[in-house]
């Protein structure tokens, strides 16, 4: 009796915050089911229960939305990136603004109800990055694919519907090659073997690729004549950087790295501007949809062209670099050494002069030079309590802060809200079919 599955009939009545259905079964208990959409009744199967909750997942659907749609990807419900790849892209936009302004009113006290969301015409392979773990499956194929959700089991991927084509075309030409040069993947229980990760990033504009490869120990056999097998049979290969990480750990790259073709890095464009990109260096992943969030950010800062500006959290200096030709001066502080190196190059390559690019922690940054307008553009975390604190003492007469993180942006708000007015508040899908979105915040000092 004890291995008998649980059977249950449910109703989908919304969605979880990370787009799972959220139903109920005849006695009103909640069951999470993946995939199931609102109004949808199916037969479920319980997976596990919690105390206020229970998991499960379809086993057959009675009655379907008429918002279901085909997904386009065969891996959409096994890989867990997407959440929506079932659901009419209008529908997932309606939703995901709901939940946003849901998350401001609740942790903030924000009526965002205003707001607009800007979503993509077509909202497929939109990705210009994509890093996966190499591996071996149960009967020990080698295997890359995205870890299942709580465990370092690889969920194989063939193909990928947000993914740049690119991406999936190199992934399969590296599994190849460590096949038939006879290379291993590494092992994450005996610890043997080469290749860990591989990450791959495209300019959308330059069509340039950059191949990282992440393998336990750089000096593995025959990686010269690998590299060159690689790069011909994939020409839009414009470098190939070996990362090493030898450590028995969750972190993707370590800290060593080796060019063993091209340049070490790539170019794209944003917004007209050049940008060089490394290895190690933040880049947004949905080019176009970036060229939206940076426009509608640098539009409602309002800029003066006697403006001192920070772009805090700035990474390769994207978005001072951008708005430097409105400006007096743009100051940028990131974290990542690499990623100021690129900024500052960014500003020589683009001929712009009125660009300081320091590696700091953000949070010690803002002492001694006053601002009127400061961007900040933190990773989901949001932002320190010294650099909130620093940032009320500065008083820029300007804010636009910019977030993955809905929760953390809100957070932020409720204490920003005292000195700050929210003139407005907008959302750009820069990740459809996933649950994420990106929320854009104008903050105007109050007098
Ligand atoms: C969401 S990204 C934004 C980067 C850039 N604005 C862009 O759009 O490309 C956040 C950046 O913050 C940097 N970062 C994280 N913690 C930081 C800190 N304490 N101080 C400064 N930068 C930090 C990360 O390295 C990353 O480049």
Redesign the pocket.
């Known amino acids: 009796m004890k291995n008998e599955k649980e059977i249950r009939k449910v109703k989908c009545v919304d969605f979880t915050f990370d787009g799972q259905g959220l139903a109920k079964d005849d006695n009103n208990r909640v069951v999470f089911v993946p995939s199931l959409l609102i109004d949808e009744e199916a037969e479920v199967e319980i997976l596990y229960k919690k105390k206020d909750f229970d998991v499960g997942k379809i086993k057959k659907i009675f009655s379907f939305s008429k918002y279901r749609i085909n997904p386009k990807c065969p891996c959409s419900t096994s890989c867990g990136g997407c959440s929506f790849q079932n659901l009419d892209y209008s529908k997932e936009l309606e939703y995901k603004k709901k939940v946003a302004i849901q998350t401001l009113s609740r942790i903030a006290g924000i009526d965002a109800r205003g707001a607009n969301i800007y979503g993509m015409e077509e909202p497929y392979y939109y990705r210009n990055k994509i890093q996966v773990p190499f591996g071996y499956d149960k009967q020990k194929r080698l295997v890359y694919g995205f870890y299942k959700i709580k465990s370092h089991d690889i969920v194989p991927i063939t193909e990928c519907a947000i993914q740049s084509k690119e991406h999936v075309e190199i992934l399969k030409t590296i599994k190849d090659l460590i096949i038939s040069m006879r290379l291993r993947a590494y092992d994450e229980d005996t610890g043997h073997g080469t290749f860990r990760h591989v990450l791959i990033r495209v300019g959308k504009v330059t069509k340039e690729v950059m191949v990282v490869l992440v393998v336990k120990d750089a000096k593995f056999a025959s990686r010269h004549n690998f590299v060159k097998a690689l790069v011909s049979k994939c020409p839009n290969i414009k470098t190939v950087v070996l990362n090493e990480n030898p450590r028995k750990t969750n972190v993707i790259l370590g800290n060593k790295e080796e060019i063993l073709y091209g340049p070490g890095f790539i170019y794209d464009y944003l917004l007209g501007v050049k940008f060089k990109i490394s290895s190690k ?4 992943v949905n080019h176009d949809q ?1 060229e939206k969030l940076y426009s509608l950010a640098i539009e409602k800062a309002a800029l003066k062209k006697s403006d001192t500006i920070l ?6 200096g ?2 001072g670099l951008i708005a430097s030709k409105n400006v007096k001066e743009v100051n940028g ?4 050494e690499e ?1 100021i190196i690129d900024a500052k190059n960014n500003a020589k390559i683009n001929g712009i002069t009125n660009c300081n690019f320091v590696c ?4 010690e940054y803002l002492i001694d030079k006053k601002f009127d307008c400061v961007f900040v ?3 989901r975390k949001g932002l ?1 309590t010294n650099f909130l604190n620093g940032l009320i003492k500065n008083k820029p007469e300007k804010i636009i802060y910019i977030s ?1 993180d809905v929760g953390t942006l809100s957070r932020d708000l409720s204490i920003l809200k005292k000195d700050y007015e929210i003139k407005s508040i907008d959302f750009v899908d820069m990740f459809p079919r996933t649950y994420h979105v990106e929320t854009v915040v104008n903050l105007i000092l109050r007098k």
Request: charged share 20%; net charge negative; glycine share 4%.
């Open positions: 260096s933040f880049y947004q970036c772009d805090a959290y700035c990474g390769i994207t978005i502080v990131e974290v990542v990623a700091k922690d953000a949070s553009d933190p990773p320190d993955c």
